[in-house]
């Protein structure tokens, strides 16, 4: 089953997504900022990532270095 990873530092947000993508039959995992979101990348490798750019603890788009196996 697809694994959704939902990054936004507000939990509103981030609830009302995961309600719609799991309306799909996807799982979610969520984060509020990347430090929980590199947590979750541990737990399960996401199949597609929404993230929010402007995060408490750096750019949204700092996570996608994690997603890039030639990164490592």
């Not at 995992?29 to 199949?47: F, K």
């Amino acid at each position: 089953m697809p694994h959704v990873l939902i990054v936004d530092d507000d939990a509103e947000t981030r609830e009302a997504l995961a309600a719609v993508v799991s309306e799909d039959g996807l799982t979610t995992a969520q984060a509020g900022d990347l430090r929980e979101a590199r947590i979750q990348l541990v737990r399960q490798m996401p199949d597609v990532v929404f993230t929010d750019l402007k995060l408490p603890d750096g750019s949204g788009t700092d996570l996608f270095q994690d997603l890039d196996p030639r990164s490592g």
